[in-house]
């Protein structure tokens, strides 16, 4: 039985919570971070922690749900996320201009993509991106909708794939 959802967060200082109408609001030094509490889960705070307890057992499967997501928008207005992709491929290669990414990944046509707001995709080469924000599901949802337009293949190896991501290589046919 997991116990996430009783431990106590932490709030760093430059930090504020609050609640209103169900709605928790995180504010800090990187922007601002909005969340639905969920019915039946009540928000306490005292100095520097908070804590989360459950009215019932009814929801008891979101008590630690809730947690990690407090916890995820207290780390992104104060650190932040980032997600590194890299794409291997003979001709392959990205292009970051303005809220534009293209994505040259061996089709007949460039795939262009549209950065959303609050994130920002910074090229440290054409074969490397950095996608940053403070919404980490934001963050790897793009990356992986970024990653879904050529995913890795195991023979070659070719395809985009996240930074620190191992590749299963396959040894195909070999000559008789």
Do not use: C, W
């Not at 990187?30 to 908070?50: F, H, R, T, Y």
């Not at 994505?103 to 996608?131: D, K, R």
């Not at 985009?160 to 040894?171: Q, S, T």
Request: charged fraction near 25%; aromatic fraction near 4%.
């Amino acid at each position: 039985m997991s116990r996430i959802g009783n431990r106590k967060i932490e709030v760093p200082a430059g930090v504020t919570v609050t609640e209103e109408n169900g709605i928790v609001t995180v504010t800090g030094p990187k922007g601002s971070l909005s969340q639905k509490m969920l019915k039946g889960i009540s928000m306490e705070q005292k100095d520097n922690e908070i804590t989360l307890t459950r009215v019932s057992d009814a929801v008891k499967a979101m008590h630690g749900t809730m947690n990690a997501l407090l916890q995820n928008m207290i780390t992104g207005v104060t650190k932040g996320y980032e997600k590194g992709l890299e794409i291997v491929g003979v001709g392959y290669r990205f292009n970051v201009s303005g809220k534009k990414l293209t994505i040259n990944a061996g089709y007949s046509h460039p795939v262009e993509m549209t950065i959303p707001e609050g994130l920002t995709v910074e090229a440290s080469s054409n074969t490397e991106i950095t996608v940053k924000g403070i919404d980490k599901a934001l963050v790897g949802e793009f990356a992986a909708n970024v990653r879904k337009v050529r995913r890795p293949e195991p023979y070659k190896g070719k395809g985009i794939r996240y930074k620190d991501e191992h590749i299963r290589r396959k040894e195909g046919k070999k000559a008789a």
